[in-house]
């Protein structure tokens, strides 16, 4: 039966039922799960930059990178009717060239887990895993890190393409620059295409909006999902307080509102910052002490995520696809002979997905509601993720800790697909 599964056949059907059911829930499921696509994207292209009102992110202040107007202009390539389908097909696209990766790499390593992995929690997610610009950048990101020890440049590249979409991938970024000692060649890739967005965005006249997507985020409250509204939900949902659920047709987006909201939403990007400054301080710690990037990059991809969901104002459905990202990176470390066992991140991944899908799309309402036994389920996810973060901050204490190993010394020089061979 194992060799079955690790067939590419076998891999390729799965891949292909995978995407064929998210596909079916996100047009026909309960909760519009692909609403994003079909109301918000589709306006801003097809409703206000083709009626000839001008292109957001250029023209007028934005709340994503530049670049994540390319694949919204993708998926209207066969009309506006069509916009939805070709979103999806457009996200199984960009999947497949990830996934014919990690299938590659696995087969030079007689493992399959990794690509199963990926399919499993993209299903135990949901409809939203294909349903957001999200979507997008974790397949470019996935290669990024994929490809990061044995091409540092071009993983500089993919990584900060998907960081210009979504901005997320530049806490990867940091990450490699910090493990890598070729690092330099990371920094030349990243600096290129950010240099390229810019003068490219300039010369079309959006100087003034190409970082709006940082101002637009300064002034937004907690949503209703984020962690660190959890004390809020349930002071909503068990009545004596004061807080309460709100829709900001600003951010166009639920929040909650309470004694002492504007304060955590005021600490909370501070509290991001330092997060992240602290586990790179240990990652280049773990560096200065000799440790391999083998060693040093998947715990500490894993927990500069994490310190991105959960020190975050916003707490959308769609970050759980950013874990992917870390997992499967470190599920294909371990299984070249790197790093440590990713168990536990892969069966916690699985799980929160699964949480995730319990209470959106089809019960969101329920979640605005306050209802307790959503409540429930939010706050169990919400708690995985800091017990996540927690393994990952161990994990990388514990790297900083170690002897230093015997193996391989110069992985960025190694092949590290081929370390079993």
Do not use: C
Request: cysteine-free; proline content about 5%.
């Amino acid at each position: 039966m194992s060799a079955v599964l690790r067939h590419p056949i076998a891999l390729w059907a799965g891949f292909a039922v995978a995407h064929l059911w998210l596909g079916m829930l996100a047009l026909y499921a309960p909760g519009q799960p692909i609403g994003d696509v079909t109301q918000v994207y589709r306006f801003w292209i097809v409703d206000y930059a083709f009626a000839g009102h001008g292109w957001v992110g250029i023209d007028t202040v934005w709340v994503y990178p530049i670049l994540a107007i390319l694949p919204m202009i993708a998926a209207a390539a066969f009309g506006p009717e069509l916009y939805a389908s070709t979103w999806l097909t457009l996200v199984m696209i960009v999947d497949a060239i990830a996934f014919a990766a990690i299938v590659t790499i696995g087969r030079r390593h007689g493992v399959a887990h990794p690509g199963w992995w990926w399919l499993g929690f993209l299903v135990a997610l949901g409809p939203v895993a294909v349903g957001r610009v999200d979507s997008i950048t974790v397949p470019l990101a996935m290669l990024g890190m994929l490809v990061v020890l044995t091409r540092p440049a071009l993983a500089g590249v993919l990584l900060t393409v998907a960081a210009w979409i979504k901005v997320w991938p530049a806490a990867l970024v940091a990450a490699v620059v910090v493990a890598l000692r070729d690092r330099v060649r990371v920094i030349v890739g990243a600096a290129a295409v950010t240099v390229l967005v810019l003068v490219v965005v300039i010369a079309l006249g959006g100087a003034g909006n190409v970082f709006s997507f940082v101002t637009q985020q300064t002034s937004r409250g907690l949503q209703v999902e984020s962690v660190i509204a959890t004390p809020w939900m349930w002071d909503a949902t068990l009545g004596p307080g004061h807080s309460r659920v709100y829709y900001d047709f600003a951010i166009l987006t639920f929040q909650v509102q309470g004694d002492g909201v504007a304060t955590a939403a005021a600490v909370a990007t501070p509290l991001l910052a330092l997060a992240a400054a602290a586990l790179l301080g240990l990652g280049l710690l773990a560096v200065r002490r000799g440790r391999e990037p083998g060693e040093v990059l998947p715990p500490l991809v894993v927990a500069l995520t994490l310190a991105m969901i959960i020190f975050n104002k916003v707490g959308s459905p769609q970050f759980v696809t950013w874990l992917a990202v870390p997992i499967v990176f470190g599920l294909m470390t371990h299984a070249s002979g790197l790093g440590r066992s990713f168990r536990v991140p892969a069966a916690l991944g699985l799980v929160i997905a699964a949480l995730t899908q319990v209470f959106y799309p089809y019960l969101y309402t329920e979640v605005i509601a306050a209802k307790l036994s959503i409540v429930l389920v939010l706050t169990a996810r919400n708690l995985l993720y800091v017990a996540l973060f927690a393994w990952a901050v161990v994990a990388l204490a514990e790297v900083v800790r170690r002897p230093r190993s015997d193996g391989p010394h110069d992985l960025s020089a190694v092949d590290w697909l081929h370390a079993r061979r």
